[in-house]
Nanobody, 116 residues
Framework: QVQLVESGGGLVQPGGSLRLSCAAS????????MGWYRQAPGKQRELVAA???????NYAGSVKGRFTISRDNAKNTVHLQMNSLKPEDTAVYYC??????????WGQGTLVTVSS
């Protein structure tokens, strides 16, 4: 069973950058497809970015060109580099591990607030 812990959230001004990290433990990290999701107040959780065990990436249209997902299998971590942040990026960001299309674990979430 994999456990996930996110870090790196905080308050940033519009146009700024943040880097989120998700540390995995308890299982073989490299076999999992990893994703970052976010949930804004009053809205459903949505996929932001995903990276497969093979390194293929996918992004929501709203963040394409601004966010970059990456993984370091040697350190059991996945990162989300967020640039050119907008107020509408404000949300709790969650890390997810999955395999064969099934979600297996969620982190506790980290809050990102974009505001001047």
């Amino acid at each position: 069973q994999v456990q996930l812990v996110e870090s790196g959230g905080g308050l940033v001004q519009p146009g700024g950058s943040l880097r989120l990290s998700c540390a995995a433990s308890g299982s073989i990290f490299s076999i999992y497809d990893m994703g970052w999701y976010r949930q804004a107040p009053g809205k459903q959780r949505e996929l932001v970015a995903a990276i497969t065990s093979g390194g293929n990436t996918n992004y929501a249209g709203s963040v394409k060109g601004r966010f970059t997902i990456s993984r370091d299998n040697a350190k059991n971590t996945v990162h989300l580099q967020m640039n050119s942040l907008k107020p509408e990026d404000t949300a709790v960001y969650y890390c997810n591990a999955g395999r064969y299309g099934s979600s297996l674990a969620w982190g506790q979430g980290t809050l990102v607030t974009v505001s001047s």
